[in-house]
T-cell receptor
Framework: GQQVMQIPQYQHVQEGEDFTTYCNSSTTLSNIQWYKQRPGGHPVFLIQLVKSGEVKKQKRLTFQFGEAKKNSSLHITATQTTDVGTYFCAGPYSGAGSYQLTFGKGTKLSVIP | DGGITQSPKYLFRKEGQNVTLSCEQNLNHDAMYWYRQDPGQGLRLIYY???????QKGDIAEGYSVSREKKESFPLTVTSAQKNPTAFYLCASSIGGRDYGYTFGSGTRLTVV
C-alpha cells in the first residue's frame, strides 16, 4: 500500500533558526496536504499542493511539491515559539477507496527560546 | 460557527467494557473519518464513511465499530475486543474526500483503568 514517510521525526531548533521537514511518497500523488498539531491539540489543515513543482507561501512558511509529485517539503524561516507542534503531511490513498488520506508520522518541532 | 464536536474530551474505561465516542459535525460534509493517534505512530485510520448508511474499514478496524445513521453523526464504539484501546481518538470530516482538507474535532483521550 501507499506509504508516506516524513523526516526528521524530531527537530529541536533555537528560536530564530530555520526549520525544514520532508515528506516522501512511495507513489505519485494527485495532491499533498500539510497539517499542524499543537501540543495537546488536534491537527489543523494548513495547505494543499496540487501542481508539479508548486510552491506556496504562508508568511514564514514555504511549501513545495516535487516535480515528480512524490515528495514535498515545509520550510519555516526564523522559527518562533508559536511554531511549536507536530507537522504532518498527507497524501490521497491510491487504493479502491478514493476518500482516504494517508498521513505521515509527523515531525515534532521544538523551539528553544 | 461550523465545526466538529467530539465528546467526551476524556474517557476512562474499565477493562471488558464497551464505550462509545461521539462525533457530530455541522459543516454539511459528506465524508467522515475516525483516526487513532498513539505517540510516535502518527494518525491511523480506523473507519470512514462517505455517505449515510455506508462505512468502510480502515487500517486498524479490529475491535471497533461505527454507524452512520445521520449525515451529521459518526459515533465510534470501542469494544472489549480492542486489546489496547488507550489512545487519542480523532474524528474528521471533509466536503468531498481526499482532494479537500480535513477538519478535525478536538479529540477524545481514552484511558483503560
Amino acid at each position: 500500500g501507499q506509504q508516506v514517510m516524513q523526516i526528521p521525526q524530531y527537530q529541536h531548533v533555537q528560536e530564530g533558526e530555520d526549520f525544514t521537514t520532508y515528506c516522501n511518497s512511495s507513489t505519485t500523488l494527485s495532491n499533498i496536504q500539510w497539517y499542524k498539531q499543537r501540543p495537546g491539540g488536534h491537527p489543523v489543515f494548513l495547505i494543499q499542493l496540487v501542481k508539479s513543482g508548486e510552491v506556496k507561501k504562508q508568511k514564514r512558511l514555504t511549501f513545495q511539491f516535487g516535480e515528480a509529485k512524490k515528495n514535498s517539503s515545509l520550510h519555516i524561516t526564523a522559527t518562533q515559539t508559536t511554531d511549536v507542534g507536530t507537522y504532518f503531511c498527507a497524501g490521497p490513498y491510491s487504493g479502491a477507496g478514493s476518500y482516504q488520506l494517508t498521513f505521515g508520522k509527523g515531525t515534532k518541532l521544538s523551539v528553544i527560546p | 460557527d461550523g465545526g466538529i464536536t467530539q465528546s467526551p474530551k476524556y474517557l476512562f474505561r474499565k477493562e471488558g467494557q464497551n464505550v462509545t465516542l461521539s462525533c457530530e459535525q455541522n459543516l454539511n460534509h459528506d465524508a467522515m473519518y475516525w483516526y487513532r493517534q498513539d505517540p510516535g505512530q502518527g494518525l491511523r485510520l480506523i473507519y470512514y464513511s462517505q455517505i449515510v448508511n455506508d462505512f468502510q474499514k480502515g487500517d486498524i478496524a479490529e475491535g471497533y465499530s461505527v454507524s452512520r445513521e445521520k449525515k451529521e453523526s459518526f459515533p465510534l464504539t470501542v469494544t472489549s475486543a480492542q486489546k489496547n484501546p488507550t489512545a487519542f481518538y480523532l474524528c474528521a470530516s471533509s466536503i468531498g474526500g481526499r482532494d479537500y482538507g480535513y477538519t478535525f474535532g478536538s479529540g477524545t483521550r481514552l484511558t483503560v483503568v
